[in-house]
């Protein structure tokens, strides 16, 4: 009977020597110029992250003098990787931040984590650290052993994707087609960009989302409407629950910096109104054994804008990374002696 | 390992390198098994001690079998065979669902129990290395083949890696001839390999993972039950899906196999053009087909022994065809469901066989629809995670809908699913009496060349969801 997928007991009779050479070129040529095409657009490389390369990064925590970040967006735009190496090219960084998700699980993940020692900068923001959606699918994959075949292909996908433009996940070419369907164009460039250590860097000036002030607010109302519990008595319980671990962290002779990234306009007066500084997170700072960092409190910190009033642009976040590594100097929690200079 | 992955690249570029270096072949062949394990290791290091205790058994058993005088010694040693085989099948695959089982059926005789849920992690590819060690063994009890003589063919022959964790499931007596001199790849055999390779990467990464695959996920893995429109959509996606994933792998196992010099049997013919259950089986998963008829339906007595036997043993076989593919009922379903129609197939061409005469192509076609339709009925049950789930996609494709039931499906990603399935249907159909080779052989060399860079490029530009192939699990 004739085969579908192939007959493997007979090879075609055709050109060959001139198929794969034609093929080949074809496949180079298509790569060249898809790339220098969505280059042109204003596209910029930016990987796929996911859970696996999520989990990797967080088996990664026992590593000598490692910072880990964990928070959620705002950390991930804000907290720039490069000026962080620029000052500290020896110290590992790694991001664990999860855009959407809390921060306090993960503070007890690794806080049960006997291996880690190291320092976490963590993320507080009252809207997102009661009542969010939980992180058991990431905590459950990074719990899972992960193949050294799989670790490999994901680092060279990770890398690639970081690399080259046409490996992003919008100028995919399904997701091509399916945009130019449904809108009738190609894609806009995307204002955000993932990188190869998960960190990620925002040009507003390529974003082309509905804005205005009236948005701005509608956005922040259903943010606080999902999110928040302003009820200082459960953010309290909350808070009160992270003391044990950041003891248990100190006592490892690691530390637990907490931080609360720069917000503005609409988002600020909406958080203020729901969660005043003064109820949630000064009483908050008062408390505990961390080392709590608030961006209106450092005057390097409190004049950056948020251009759509929760996240930093990539022009900004370098300054806000300077301040902030500036500010654990000064308090003594990390110690500015490699090429200090240069960076700040 | 995984073909569609940059690891599986660098693997098989240095395996391709050092079988081509000029060696002896049994060096060849010591390279190839040791690829093999590293294959395999790659997944998961402590299971290759499952491929050697297959390996070792059957070895050694099929020798003892096939000197064995008495016929109880013969038995007393495929028994061995069996049970070292189907223990270690039953203990990894099947040992939760047995137990589980167990605990509902003391629960609904009224004895309370409850046991540890034993933390078994199922050995990848276990059902097909399994049952093609065992066709070896068979095959000697049955005297249709002699014992190995070299025990790096044997070897090779079960821990191959192209076919080792998805098949296709290879007979000893089409592999084990071919060790026994240099294989060797020529261009054409390294080219069309690769060929198969792009062909089945493209399948499996962009047919089935991105065009597919959101959609059966949308519906069967969704908290909303779907509306009849959804559930159709659904399902065919699926049914799309399972094909690409599966003849993906297969294509790409017979391309690899054919870039090292080995030749592997096919694994489907164009199954969604098939007339009748007994021709879609004949297309469909055809090496693990053709064993379950070879080494359990036959040996049942296959249609030998009367109407009503034949039907028995058709219905045991697709059972037990259905349980293969996984520790659950609702496989058990599908396989019956399977049994069901076969049967009804007999019945109905012994009653219409001598009234009705040759039917022409329009009523060929409508009878291929008809069957088409019926599979993806059964599809339902070999996709929903239980039978709940499946009873509700099956009821809203019936028209009948729960109360929350909604659309999830929007219009493009409806007609994606349409038109896609319409074309895997419509390739089917019009590759039912040729091959992909012939059709190659018709098509200008160009465009041959623009098919592959158009899929190279395609899969490339495919930066979804990692999705492991479907038939891993089974």
Redesign the interface.
């Known amino acids: 009977m004739p085969s579908y997928t192939s007959s493997s007991d007979r090879i075609p009779s055709i050109p060959h020597g001139r198929i794969w050479p034609l093929a080949l070129a074809m496949v180079v040529l298509a790569v060249v110029g898809v790339e220098v095409f969505w280059r042109m657009q204003g596209h910029r490389a930016s990987m796929t992250d996911d859970p696996t390369w999520w989990a990797m990064h967080r088996q990664a925590v026992s590593q000598e003098d490692v910072v880990v970040v964990i928070g959620a967006s705002r950390t991930q735009l804000g907290i720039s990787s490069s000026v962080f190496h620029l000052r500290f090219p020896k110290r590992p960084l790694l991001r664990l931040e999860i855009a959407g998700k809390g921060s306090f699980e993960l503070l007890q993940d690794l806080a049960e984590d006997e291996s880690f020692q190291g320092l976490i900068i963590c993320s507080v923001a009252p809207s997102g650290d009661v009542g969010r959606s939980t992180m058991s699918e990431y905590l459950d994959v990074s719990r899972n052993r992960i193949s050294l075949d799989r670790r490999v292909n994901r680092a060279a996908s990770a890398w690639l994707q970081d690399k080259l433009v046409f490996l992003s996940a919008e100028v995919g070419s399904l997701a091509v087609i399916r945009h130019v369907i449904d809108t009738g164009r190609l894609p806009f460039p995307r204002y955000i960009a993932t990188h190869y250590d998960r960190s990620r860097s925002a040009d507003f000036t390529l974003w082309r989302g509905p804005d205005s002030p009236e948005i701005r607010q509608r956005r922040v109302l259903r943010w606080a409407q999902k999110w928040g519990i302003s009820d200082v008595r459960a953010w309290a319980k909350r808070t009160s629950q992270v003391e044990p671990l950041v003891r248990r962290i100190q006592q490892r002779g690691g530390n637990v910096v907490f931080l609360a990234m720069p917000i503005t306009d609409a988002f600020l007066t909406m958080n203020e109104r729901v969660y005043p500084k003064a109820k949630y997170w000064n009483r908050f700072a008062a408390e505990t054994n961390g080392v709590p960092v608030h961006y209106l409190d450092v005057p390097a910190m409190r004049d950056l804008n948020c251009p759509d009033s929760s996240h930093l642009d990539e022009r900004d976040s370098p300054r806000f990374t300077r301040a902030l590594l500036d500010e654990l100097n000064r308090r003594g929690v990390i110690k500015n002696v490699e090429r200090q200079g240069k960076s700040g | 390992?995984i073909f569609n992955?940059?690891?599986f690249l660098a693997f098989f570029a240095v395996v391709l390198a050092l079988h081509n270096l000029p060696l002896p072949w049994r060096w060849k062949k010591i390279n190839l098994i040791g690829a093999s394990y590293l294959f395999y290791a790659?997944?998961?290091p402590p299971f290759v001690i499952l491929l050697w205790m297959s390996t070792i058994t059957d070895w050694f058993v099929a020798r003892r079998v096939d000197v064995a005088t008495s016929q109880w010694n013969r038995r007393g040693w495929l028994g061995a065979s069996l049970a070292v085989n189907l223990g270690l099948l039953g203990f990894f695959k099947y040992g939760t669902f047995l137990l589980d089982n167990w605990v509902a059926l003391l629960g609904s005789l009224g004895i309370p129990f409850t046991a540890a849920r034993p933390d078994i992690i199922l050995p990848v590819g276990i059902s097909f290395y399994t049952f093609q060690t065992l066709s070896y063994t068979l095959d000697i009890y049955f005297r249709r083949a002699r014992p190995c003589n070299s025990f790096v063919d044997f070897a090779l022959y079960v821990t191959f890696f192209p076919q080792l964790v998805a098949g296709p499931i290879v007979r000893s007596s089409q592999f084990l001839p071919q060790c026994s001199e240099p294989r060797g790849a020529s261009?054409?055999?390294i080219?069309?390999g690769?060929m198969?390779l792009v062909?089945?990467l493209f399948q499996k990464v962009?047919v089935a993972d991105?065009?597919l695959a959101p959609t059966v996920e949308w519906v069967y893995d969704g908290s909303w039950s779907p509306d009849t429109w959804s559930a159709w959509c659904g399902t065919l996606a699926f049914a799309g899906q399972i094909l690409c994933d599966f003849?993906g792998y297969?294509?790409c196992a017979?391309?690899v196999?054919?870039c090292l010099g080995f030749?592997?049997?096919?694994?489907?013919?164009?199954?969604y053009a098939a007339i009748g259950f007994a021709d879609f089986w004949?297309?469909w998963h055809i090496s693990l087909s053709s064993w379950l008829r070879d080494y359990l339906y036959i040996p049942l007595g296959g249609n030998r022994r009367g109407a009503r036997r034949t039907h028995v043993n058709l219905m045991l076989t697709m059972l037990i065809g259905g349980l293969w593919h996984g520790a659950s009922w609702t496989f058990v379903f599908w396989g019956g469901l399977h049994g069901l129609y076969l049967v009804a197939e007999r019945i109905l061409r012994r009653v219409f066989a001598s009234r009705v005469g040759p039917v022409g192509p329009p009523m060929r076609f409508v009878l291929m629809i008809v069957t088409f339709v019926l599979v993806c009925f059964t599809w339902v049950f070999f996709r929903a995670k239980t039978f709940e789930n499946s009873f509700v996609v099956f009821a809203a494709m019936l028209g009948t809908t729960l109360d929350n039931a909604r659309p999830l499906i929007s219009t493009?990603n409806s007609w994606?699913v349409l038109l896609t399935v319409a074309a895997i249907v419509a390739s089917?159909w019009l590759?039912r009496?040729?091959?992909?080779?012939?059709i190659?052989?018709r098509l200008p060399?160009?465009l041959?060349?623009?098919a592959?860079?158009l899929m190279?490029?395609?899969i490339?530009?495919?930066?979804?969801?990692?999705r492991a192939f479907i038939y891993f699990q089974f």
């Open positions: 390992m992955s940059f690891t790659a997944w998961n261009i054409p055999n080219a069309w690769m198969l062909i089945g962009v991105g065009l003849s297969s294509s017979i391309g196999a054919m030749r592997i049997p096919d694994n489907f013919r164009a199954p004949r297309r493009l994606i089917h590759l009496d040729t091959s992909l080779e012939q190659v052989e060399w160009w041959t060349a623009l592959i860079a190279t490029m395609f490339f530009t495919m930066p979804g969801e990692d």
